[in-house]
């Protein structure tokens, strides 16, 4: 269980995150070619400025067929922005202090001027998954009932496979959040290492859709269970994917 100064920090980091967040998408619009590796170091830069701290030297930083790794972290080779690109951020910190969580968040942008279809279709998929595990979570709290991780993630993989991107889903639908690395203790939004969520410790819920050669989706957000079992999000809400 976080203390009430570990949420305040949590929250602190939140936001920090979600100001490197949107100071990268401006990096993009202002550097038309830069590479991922490139965004990568302008977003550490930015921890460093901030205060923050992470696990790892490279985030998620994934273009077109790149996002669709889940886990893709950028080398020196890694591609260029053009335009038509659709850009995936994933990226991770915590405040440079002792006992600070993590936040954890996954944006969606695009350098074109009109999203196509079969990309929209998914992000459209992907925000309504997570939003169903988040209805699912609030329904079950309205009754004093602490949701399972496993229900949470059938919830928003059922969005999914109901859209037909059922071979699309290669991850769980959320995270514990730690200290020491973004993944905390269990129990997870998963299938594997499930069990009833805790009050007062932050959980993403991060639903993606993942086609191999082409394109992924995903969207990652942050939250707790506060003790009069309200669900109170700390970072915000992708609702559009962001023009670059």
Known sequence: MWTSDQIKKHTTAAKLLEKVKDETFQFLR?????????VNKFILKRFKQYNLVSDRKTMIVGFNAHAA?????????SSALKLNTLVLLDM?????????????ITWMGFSGKKVPKNIQRAFNTTI?????????????????IL????????????????AGFK????????????????????PHLSVRKSGMLRKNI???????????????????????????????????????????
């Not at 071979?167 to 269990?186: E, R, V, Y």
């Not at 050669?213 to 992708?238: A, V």
Request: one cysteine or more.
């Open 69 to 77: 790794i889940p886990h893709y972290f950028p080398s020196r080779k």
């Open 30 to 38: 202002e550097n038309k070619n830069a590479k991922e590796h490139e």
């Open 167 to 186: 071979k699309n889903i290669l991850h769980g639908t959320g995270h514990a959040l730690g200290f020491t690395n973004p993944h905390g203790n269990p």
């Open 202 to 244: 932050g959980y993403t819920v991060e639903p993606g859709i993942y086609l191999p050669g082409k394109f992924g989706i995903r969207s990652e957000m942050n939250f707790y269970i506060d003790n009069n079992f309200k669900l109170r999000i700390t970072t915000p809400l992708q609702k559009k994917i962001v023009f670059i």
């Open 128 to 144: 309504g998954a997570r939003d169903a595990a988040l209805a699912e979570a609030r329904a079950r709290l309205s009754r004093k």
């Open 147 to 162: 949701p399972v991780g496993k229900e949470l993630h059938e919830t928003a993989c059922k969005v999914i496979i109901k």
């Open 92 to 104: 991770w910190a915590r405040l440079r202090e002792k006992g600070a969580p993590y936040a954890d």
